[in-house]
């Protein structure tokens, strides 16, 4: 069965500081890997990478995917309390992966700020 | 353009009650999902739906049925809730293979089966 694995699960940091979060995937037919940050409501959408090694950058979050290493991690430099949230990894196969869909979506990592 | 919309925003539900949550897009996007999200699960597919009058199971379809008589409207109809059935309900949206294709959220419908 495809699977995405996020770790860590829960991560309480203070202002100011850098994080970095993990997400791996075994997967049959892998076609992009998406990043979704979730607050009270819907997620939403950060980064889509489909290319190996090409870093995608907004603001102060980054994302890099590694395919040699089935991996993707996401950094936030300077954190604030605003970026307290569920932070989401999501899998797209390239195509409809049976009962799972096409996005597989790992459990998320949760993030705390404190100020 | 409205994007995905979901209602009801909030319900309560006693055991064995039936109802139907409501999803709509007026981006004419092919497909459509609705996930649900237990708290540190992640989000796990209930059913989704390639075109209109065409959908599948998901990975959790069990309590659960759908419809899709037209291309914006996709609910999903518990007939005998269950307590295990209390969850917050996401429906999406995504337009067929794009290169770029992301899946579009509705706010969500959180429900509570007692």
């Known amino acids: 069965e495809d699977k995405v694995v996020q770790s860590p699960l829960s991560l309480v940091v203070h202002e100011g500081d850098t994080v970095t979060l993990n997400c791996s995937y075994e997967v049959t037919n892998f076609r992009s890997l998406l990043w979704y940050k979730q607050e009270k409501k819907a997620p939403t959408f950060l980064f889509m990478l489909?290319?190996?090694?090409i870093e995608k950058k907004s603001g102060r979050l980054s994302s890099i995917l590694d395919k040699k290493e089935l991996s993707s991690i996401l950094n936030i430099t300077a954190t604030q309390t605003g970026d307290s949230a569920i932070y989401l990894c999501?899998?797209?196969?390239?195509?409809?992966?049976?009962?799972?869909?096409?996005?597989?979506f790992g459990k998320g990592t949760k993030l705390s700020v404190k100020p | 353009n409205a994007g995905v919309t979901q209602t009801p925003k909030f319900r309560i539900l006693k055991i064995g009650q039936s109802m139907t949550l409501q999803c709509t897009q007026d981006m004419n996007h092919n497909y459509m999902y609705w996930y649900r999200q237990d708290p540190g699960m992640g989000l796990k597919l209930i059913y989704y739906s390639v075109g209109a009058g065409i959908t599948d199971k998901g990975e959790v379809p069990n309590g659960y049925n759908v419809s899709r008589s037209t291309t914006e409207d996709f609910p999903l109809r518990l007939e005998l809730a269950a307590p295990s059935q209390t969850s917050v309900y996401f429906c999406?949206?995504?337009?067929?293979?794009?290169?770029?294709?992301?899946?579009?959220f509705g706010p969500g419908t959180r429900l509570t089966v007692l």
């Open positions: 999406a949206s995504s337009e067929q293979h794009r290169v770029a294709d992301t899946q579009y």
């Open positions: 999501a899998v797209v196969l390239a195509d409809y992966g049976g009962s799972q869909g096409n996005l597989i």
């Open positions: 489909t290319s190996s090694g």
